[in-house]
C-alpha cells in the first residue's frame, strides 16, 4: 500500500469508504508527518485530536452503514484566519494571541459536517497580507521546495511558500496534509499553489460564506480550497461553498456538482490569452509555460484565441487603494477591548492604550496597511483614491465582461516569477506587491480563478497557470484545469529535509 | 403657513451690541421599534443585565458579519412615508469610523452618501403663548438608520469605565432636521411633533427616559437677515425642555462669546442637565475625520415596489390629517381636536368610545362627536382626577362610558349623575345600569309625579307666580331649582321645563 | 513624496498606532513610494463610470425581525461575549477610565 501521506483528498474518501484503510490510519498517518514537519514552521497550533475525533467519527458512521460526507475521513489544514471554536485563532497576529473564538466559521463548520478533521490552524502571513508569508508573527513559513542550484550555489536558499496561504501551500505540497483551506484576497490561494506546484480556486465572490473569517479586505476576500490536484479541489470547493444567510453577501444558489461534472473535454470552448499579460520583465519561463499551456487546451478541444483587458496595468494600483482602505476600517476593532492583547502603560487613557496595543499587536506590513488605508479615506482624499479606485475597479470588470464575447474562459500565468528566496523583497513592499499583478484583477471582479502547476523551471521550482473564468462558472475553470493537469503530468515534488 | 426658509419668528437674544436671530437644527436619534437590532439578532429590550443582549456580532468578534433587520428598514420607509418625504429605492450603509470603547466595530454603520430617505417635512402649529404666531413649516433634510452606540458607566470602579454593549447595534433612525427652527419654542414643538408623529407610525415609543429619542442640537446665532454663524452641536440632549434649554444657554453664551470678540469654534458639546448649560466634550476633540466609506459587508440596499406599497398600506391616519377631519368631518372645535391628536393613546380612546355612543345611540359619529370629546376631554378627566388613588383605570372601559353617555342623551340621568355614576363604575367595576337603577340615580321623566311636585312649589310661592306673571321672567330659573329641589334633582331638567312653562302660561 | 513625517505622524494618531520617531522616518518614504505608485490611477478617465458597489451583480438580503433565532447571531450569550476580555468584571467589560 502506498503511503497514506501520498494520497489526495479523493483517494483518502473513496479508501475510508472503501474499507481500504480506516480513517483513523490517515489521520495517524498525517498527525506524524505534521510533527515532523516542525523546521517548516507551518503551523501556529496543531491539532492531532480534533483530526482523530473526526476520524474516529467517520469510521464509526462507516461501520454503523452511514451514508459518508464528501470529505470523510480526510484531515486537512485549517488556514489560521478560520474561528474554530476552542481553538486558538490568531490571524498570524500578536495581538489575537490567545484568543479563543467561541464559534465555528461557517466554511469549517461545512468541512467538519462532511467529514473532515482538522490537522492543525496554518500560519500565514499576518492577517492575510502578504506573498510570502514573512509578516506573521509566529515566523516565517518555509517553503519546503528548493532550488536545485547546477552549481551547488544557493541551492539552499529558504524560499518563500508564497503568502498569504503560505502555510497551506507548504503542507499540502509537502504531503502532510492532503488539503487545506486558503483565503484569497488579491491571490493569496493561487500565487502560493504556484510557488509550491499545486492547485488552488478561489471561486466567485460569494460563493463561500466569510462569516467567521478574519477579516482583511470584505469586498474582495474568498476562501478556497489547496490540493494536489483538480478533482480534489472540485470535491473540496463543494464541501466549503454554500448559501449561508449569516453572511449578507453569500450568493443564493445550489453549489454545483463540480466533482461529477468535471471534463477535461474542451470542444466548442475559446480560451482567451489577454495580451496586456505579457508584460515587460516577465520571467521568459513563464512565458514558455504560458506557451505550453495554449497548446495544452488546444489538445484539449479548445480554441485559442486573443483578447484584450484593457485596465490590466491599472488593477493593482487600484487593489492597494481599496483592500487597505477596507482593512484599515475592519482592523478597527482589534482594540484591546474584548479580546486579544491588550497594552497599557502606566497613566494611559482609552486612547493611549489602544494606540499601544495597536502598536505592539500589529507587524509592520499590517501597519503599513492600516496606515495607507486611513490616509486614502481620510478627509479630502476620499474621492481622488478611494472612490477613483473603485470607479477603475468597475472598468477592470467591465474589461472581463467585454472578455467573455470572446471567451469562455481566461489562461494566464498565475505570477509573474517563481518562488523568490525569504528576505529578497522584505524590505521593497512595492517589489513584493507587484508579484500579485497577474492574480489581481480576477480578485477585483470577483470572479472564479485558479492556478494550477505547468512545469518546472529551470531551478527546479514549481510553475503555476491560471484559469480565469466567468462569475458562477467554476465548473469552466476547472475543467480547463483539469485538462491542463492531464498534459502537464506534473509529478514533482518537494525532496524531504525537513 | 409659512416654510422653514421665510423666518417669521420674533424670538431675539438681546445683546450688548444690539440684537441676535438663533438659528436651530436637530437631529434627532429615534430608537426603531424591533425586537432585534439592526444588524443582529440580539434583544432590543430596555433594562437588561449588563452585556446579556450582545451578540459575537454586536461585540465585533472576529469574522463577524452584519446583516440587516427588515423590519428597522420598513419603519424608517414608514416614517419618510409619514413625513411626506422621498423613499430611496436605492440606498446604501457607509462605515463611519473612530474609536471608542462604546463602539466595538471601530466604526458604526450609518448611511452618509445615499441615505435612506431624502427631504420631507413637518409642520408645527401656531402656539401664541409659545411665542409661535402662525403654522410653520420644518424643512426635514433626510432620514438614516444607523447602528446605536454601547453604554459607558465611569462611577463604578475608582480607575476603570464599565463597557455595556446592550444598546450596541439597536437600530436608529436618525432624522435630520433643515437649519429652520428660530426659537426655543419652536424647536421643543419640533420634537414634540416629530414625536406624535414616530408614535402614530408606530416606529419608535418616542421614550425620552428611556433614551429612545435624543437629541443632538445644532445652534448658532446672527444678526438677523444675515449669513448663519458657526454652529456647535450639543449632543444627545433627551428631553424637550432640555433641548430648549440647550439652545437658550448656547444662544446666549455664542452672543457673550462674539459680543466679548471671540470667535465660535465648530465643537461637540454636552448639556449638563443639573445646569442648564453645556459644555466642551475632550473626548470627542479629534474625532472629525470619519472616513466615511460604503460598508463592504454590506450590498447596497434596494427596496421593490411590493415593498414600498406594504410600507405606504400600513400607515394610520396621521396627527395632521386626523386633526383637520376632527373639526372639519366631525365638528370639534380646533382645541378639542388639537387636544384629542396629540397622543396615540388619547385619540385611540377617543375614537373607540366615538364608535360605540355612535352605536348605542344609533346616530352618526358626527351627532355625538362633541358629546363624547367634551366627556374624553373634561368629564371624565375630572372624576378620574378627583378620585386619585381610589379608582381603577381597567374599569374605565369604552362599554361603561359609553352607557352613560347614552343614558345621558336619552334623559335617564342627568350630567351630575352620569359622574355618580362614573365615579362608581371607576371604583368597583360595576355595570353603570345597574349602579343607576340601585343607587337611584335616575332622572324622573314621569310627567305625573314631575307635575305634583310643580304644583306644591307653585303653591307655596304664590307671591312669586304674581310677579313673574306680572313680567319678572327671571323667575324662571327660581321655579326650575326649586322643583328640582324637591325632586332631590332627579327630574329631568327638560320635562321640568315644559311643564313648568305650561302652568305658568 | 506624497506623504512627509509629520503627515504619517498624523495618519497613525487618526488609526490609533503609536509610532516612534525612528518608525515614522522609516515608514514615510515606504508609503510615499507606495502612494505614489498608486497615484497614476489619476490617469484613467473615469468620468463616465460609476464606483463599483457590488462585484457580483446581487442585492442585499434582508433578514427576518426574530430575537435570539441562531446562536451564532443572536444574545443571551454574556459569557462566550466575554470570555476572552482582557478585563471583565460585573458582566462589564473593563477599560481605563474615561473622561467625557
Ligand atoms: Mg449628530
Ligand atoms: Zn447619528
New interface residues.
Partial sequence: MTELTELGVKAIRDGVAAGDFTAREVAEAHNVAVAAAGELNAFIVTTPDHALAAAEKVDADRAAGKQLGAMAGVPIGMKDLFATQGVQTTAASHILEGFTPEYESTVSQNLWNAGAGMLGKLNLDQFAMGSSNETSYFGNVISPWRRKGADGFGGNADLAPGGSSGGSSAVVAARIAPAATGTDTGGSIRQPAAFTGICGIKPTYGRCSRWGVVAFASSLDQAGPMARSVEDCAIMLGAMAGFDPKDSTSLDLPVPEWEANLSADLRGKKVGIPKEYRMEGTDPEILESWERGKEWLRDAGAEVVDISLPHTKYALPAYYIIAPAEASSNLARYDGVRYGLRELPNGAGLQDMYAATRAEGFGDEVKRRILIGTYVLSAGFYDAYYNQAQRVRTLIARDFEKAWAQCDVILAPTTPTAAFALGDKMDDPLAMYLNDVFAVPASLAGLPAMSVPAMLNGEGLPLGLQLIGKAFDEQGVLNAGLAIQQRAGFDAKPEKWW | MVTGAETMSTYRIQGATGEWEVVIGLEVHAQVT???KLF????TAFGA?????????????????????????RQAVRTGMAIEAEINRWS?FD?K?Y???DL????QISQLYHPLVGEGQLLIEADEKAGISQDKVIGIERIHVEQDAGK???D??????????NRCGVALMEIVSRPDMRSPAEAGAYVRKLRTILRYVGSCDGNMEEGSMRADVNVSVRRPGEEFGTRTETKNVNSVRFVMQTIEHEARRQVDLIEDGGTVVQETR?FDPNTGTTRS???KE?A??Y????????????LDDAFLEECRASLPELPDAKRARYVGELGLSDYNAAVLTAEVETFARFETLLAETAKRLGKGEKDVATQVANWSLSVAPGVMNALGDEANPAHATAEAQAVILQMQAAGEISGGQAKEIFEIVLKTGREPAEIAETEGLKQQSDTGAIEAEIDKVLAANADKVEEYRGGKDKLFGFFVGQTMKAMQGKANPAVVNELLKAKLG | MSVDQTTVAKIASLARIKMSEDELARMAPELSQILDWVEQLGEVDTSQVEPMTAVIPNTLRLRDDVIDADPLTGGDRRDAVLANAPAAEHGFFGVPKVIE
Fill in positions: 424591533s425586537n432585534a443582529s439578532g440580539a434583544s443585565e449588563p452585556n446579556t443582549q450582545v451578540s459575537l456580532i454586536d461585540a465585533a468578534m472576529p469574522g463577524m458579519l452584519p446583516v440587516p433587520n427588515r423590519e428597522c428598514i446604501r462605515r469610523n474609536f471608542y470603547a466595538p466595530q471601530g466604526y459607558l458607566m465611569h463604578q470602579h475608582p480607575t476603570m469605565s464599565y463597557v455595556d454593549l454636552l466634550m475632550r473626548s479629534d472629525h475625520d472616513r466615511y466609506f460604503p460598508d463592504p459587508d454590506l450590498l447596497p440596499l434596494e
